[in-house]
């Protein structure tokens, strides 16, 4: 079957932006050593030796090309392009020279104003579990601002073990390419945008993927979380994604981990933005999964809140909100019974 997108074989705009992520991460390795990019073991960290950073970089090139060969000269686009390009920037300064938390809150705040404001990208009503909330214009900015910061953060938090960020994103980008063809939405820039980034994030992941050859770096995991969120809020635009459940729903596992992150650095009186070794990932390391099947069970978990969102578009409103629960519940109660939230043994 041919697929197109605004005139555009799918599977051209997938292969390309694939081969060139492919290509590109090689160069990003050596660019990585040159520059002292390099992410080194701590007791904090899972990866046992010396890591190049900056493989965002490969995502991100492959990502420009693929939108000046499939993409459209548009205000929206122009706003995507210079918000995604200010968080590259200060992800490969971090990547290179950690930089405080609070200076890259700053600029990420500052990206997504222009997505928002410039781009007029924003939701101003969503529909969630039956209920339909219409927001004015001030609060649409805010929530909107607050969203596109939000989900940067949440893939930024999850990137912990190799092939996690990225294999979360592809799934999201698959799901949302899956939901545009079911609901015979094709010419949106969500979906063009969605393609480029599977392609780019698939070629990325080959060299990801564990045993890890290189790290996307906070240039690869910030930028794809502001990619995701503002794919998020065009589709709102369009009705690619016609309720708040289904990117939520997507993206269950990273909100759930960065809401669990707040809440368990509050209950110790840490700072939010304090790094530590408990999140979900971690706690399936703890359990005494390999790697390997750590990020399988992930994915896993990700492709199942997938196939629930698909549900929920193709008309299956009630089971698929009883299955989300169902699963939330059940997730909820494994995650009770590990250190995710507080350390047991200290406890007692």
């Known amino acids: ?29 050596k660019i990585a050593r ?24 490969a995502i991100f090139g492959a990502f420009l090309l693929g939108y000046i060969l499939y993409g459209e000269i548009t205000t929206q686009m122009l706003s995507i392009l210079i918000g995604s390009f200010i968080i590259l920037l200060i992800g490969i300064f971090d990547d290179v020279k950690p930089i405080r938390a609070r200076y890259k809150f700053l600029v990420q705040i500052i990206a997504a104003l222009i997505v928002v404001l410039y781009g007029q990208i924003y939701f101003n009503e969503i529909t969630f579990l039956g209920i339909h909330l219409k927001f ?3 609060i649409s900015y805010i929530l909107s601002t607050f969203f596109i910061v939000a989900i940067s953060n949440a893939i930024n938090i999850i990137d912990g073990l190799d092939g996690l960020a990225a294999g979360v994103s592809t799934i999201y980008f698959l799901t949302i390419g899956i939901i545009a ?5 094709l010419g949106g820039l969500d979906i063009i945008l969605s393609l480029i980034m599977l392609g780019s ?12 050859k290189i790290f996307m770096g906070d240039s690869g995991s910030l930028f794809l979380g502001f990619i ?3 794919i998020s809020l065009l589709g709102f635009k369009v009705a690619t994604l016609t309720s708040l459940i289904i990117p939520i729903t997507i993206l269950a ?26 999140h979900f990932h971690h706690q399936l390391l703890k359990l005494k999964f390999s790697p390997k099947i750590s990020i399988l069970i992930i994915y896993l978990i990700n492709l199942i809140f997938a196939v629930i969102s698909i549900l929920y578009v193709i008309g299956n409103n009630h089971e698929a909100i009883v299955l989300y629960l169902l699963v939330m519940i059940l997730i909820l109660f494994v995650i009770l019974k590990t250190d995710i939230l507080y350390d047991h043994k200290r406890k007692k």
């Open 1 to 29: 079957m041919y697929w197109n997108v605004n005139g555009h074989n799918v599977l051209e705009i997938i292969i390309i932006t694939f081969i060139t992520s492919l290509l590109l991460v090689p160069i990003c390795q």
């Open 34 to 57: 040159h520059v002292g990019a390099i992410d080194f073991p701590n007791e904090r960290k899972v990866h046992k030796k010396p890591m190049p950073r900056l493989g965002g970089l």
């Open 136 to 138: 004015n214009m001030l």
């Open 181 to 185: 063809f079911i609901l015979n939405k």
């Open 201 to 212: 994030t698939l070629g990325f992941l080959v060299f990801n993927f564990p045993p890890a």
């Open 228 to 230: 995701i969120a503002v």
């Open 253 to 278: 596992i990273p909100i759930c981990d960065t809401l669990f992150a707040i809440f368990r650095r509050l209950i110790k009186g840490e700072n939010i933005g304090a790094p530590d070794k408990e």
